[in-house]
């Protein structure tokens, strides 16, 4: 079986499982189909001294919430990193920049895998979706139940392995994760962070659910051959 049919099987199962309220998948529409088609080879991506990083948020799918801010795209980055260099027997992890253009972001990665001079790259693509409505936030036995809204962000990061001399996707893990945030219509403090900072580090946290567990995806495989 292709990686490409695999890609489909597994990815239909997360949208039956989250009845489409969870994110699209968003690799295969970045990196293009061509990278999912024909036999992926017996690669040996994981016995590679150095090894490619790019780390992309995505926020270009229909009904997608707002992509993770740099600032926190560049800590999930590291986090990655420093999971390949334990889990993984890769000595030297060349991080590239992040990828500007979505709608050029196959090219773009075609450019960074010749720049980065590596033979594999690590590809992290993030998305998510998120719902909200009112709740009335306290103790339903107290007398301090007030107004707001919960938020809820349903998170995929997408771990991908690419290999750069004919640009193939040779490994995919896609995970999802769930983070809620509860916010007062009346916040209460003067050193709270504001509305947008919280979702943005709801976002981030999210991501970071789901990047751990596809992770321990990539750990895996790593160790079994190891």
């Known amino acids: ?89 890769f000595q030297d992890i060349v991080t590239g920049p992040p990828l500007s253009q979505p709608v050029n972001f196959s090219q773009e990665l075609k450019v960074q895998g010749q720049r980065l001079q590596v033979p594999y790259i690590i590809v992290v693509v993030f998305s998510s979706r998120e719902q909200a409505g009112p709740e009335k936030i306290g103790e339903a036995t107290m007398m301090t139940q007030m107004s707001g809204t919960v938020i809820e962000n349903s998170a995929m990061a997408e771990v991908g392995v690419l290999r750069v001399s004919d640009f193939k996707m040779v490994f995919l893990a896609p995970e999802l994760g769930t983070e809620s945030l509860e916010q007062l219509d009346a916040p209460l403090g003067t050193n709270r962070p504001s509305a947008r900072e919280a979702r943005d580090v709801l976002r981030a946290r999210a991501g970071q659910q789901a990047l751990d567990r596809a992770l321990e995806r990539i750990g895996s495989a790593c160790q079994r051959v190891a």
């Open 1 to 89: 079986m292709t990686l490409s049919s695999i890609l489909v099987t597994c990815l239909l199962g997360y949208a039956l499982a989250g009845c489409g309220a969870g994110p699209p998948p968003r690799m295969l529409n970045l990196v293009g189909e061509d990278a999912f088609s024909g036999p992926s080879g017996n690669d040996e991506w994981w016995q590679m001294s150095n090894i490619g990083l790019v780390v992309h948020s995505d926020a270009t799918a229909q009904n997608a919430a707002p992509a993770i801010t740099p600032q926190y795209l560049e800590t999930l980055s590291r986090r990655t990193e420093e999971f390949l260099r334990q889990r993984c027997s």
